[in-house]
């Protein structure tokens, strides 16, 4: 069963605006994790985040977590044509060693 | 680093036909694992192996099986294809022993079943 959900199923957005897309899941967990997907291509980690962690940023990416809610979200400023993929979350519970991925944000970045 | 390299490409098999997908990893990683991904289902694991000599299932293991008789490989037969399990195929490779580190993913397998 899928353990993250994305929201929203798909995004359009002006380049150079900002993205952010979430990431709803059920159980504690111990990481979070945020991949792209260009079309047709493997997957690509982006960045990962502990449950003891609440923020953390990567370039022009910032995630947060809020383990209360049992959600993230991803943002991606000042987007680019390049930033089009689809963006995936996935998570891994205490204890367990595999990793759960969501259904993912198709993300599209208009010039 | 050639990274996570998987074959082949592309594959069509018949209803009943059996078929492995290879994949390597030239890191030294020691978790290595298998997803499948569908239209609108995201990925879902099928095996995976936290090392040598060590594999388990995942979220939908039936119709595959998998070995690890190295740390660079690990295959996936499928025994017996089914139109259900046409499907793009990912390996992926991690530096530790578990998941909860960054994922490396080969490029996919591409198996249509008719």
């Known amino acids: 069963s899928q353990q993250g959900e994305e929201d929203p199923q798909a995004l359009s957005i002006q380049e150079g605006e900002n993205a952010t897309m979430n990431c709803s899941y059920k159980t504690s967990i111990n990481n979070l994790q945020w991949y792209r997907q260009n079309s047709g291509r493997g997957l690509v980690h982006l960045i990962l985040i502990r449950s003891n962690e609440r923020e953390k940023h990567s370039g022009r990416l910032r995630v947060t977590l809020d383990t209360s809610k049992k959600s993230s979200s991803l943002l991606i400023t000042a987007s680019r044509a390049a930033d089009t993929a689809s963006y995936f979350c996935a998570t891994l519970d205490f204890g367990n060693e595999k990793l759960t991925f969501g259904t993912g944000t198709r993300l599209t970045i208009i010039p | 680093n050639a990274g996570v390299t998987q074959t082949p490409k592309f594959q069509v098999l018949k209803t009943g036909q059996s078929m492995t997908l290879q994949c390597a990893q030239d890191?030294?990683?020691?978790?290595m694992s298998w997803y499948r991904q569908d239209p609108g289902m995201g990925l879902r694991l099928i095996h995976y192996?936290?090392?040598?000599?060590?594999?388990d299932q995942g979220e939908v293991p039936n119709g595959y099986n998998v070995s690890r008789s190295t740390t660079e490989d690990f295959p996936l037969r499928l025994l017996s294809a089914a139109p259900s399990q046409t499907s793009v195929y990912f390996c992926?490779?991690?530096?530790?022993?578990?998941?909860?580190?960054?994922?490396?993913f080969g490029p996919g397998t591409r198996l249509t079943v008719t």
């Open positions: 192996s936290v090392g040598a000599g060590i594999t």
């Open positions: 890191m030294n990683h020691e978790y």
């Open positions: 992926a490779s991690s530096y530790s022993r578990g998941a909860g580190y960054e994922q490396y």
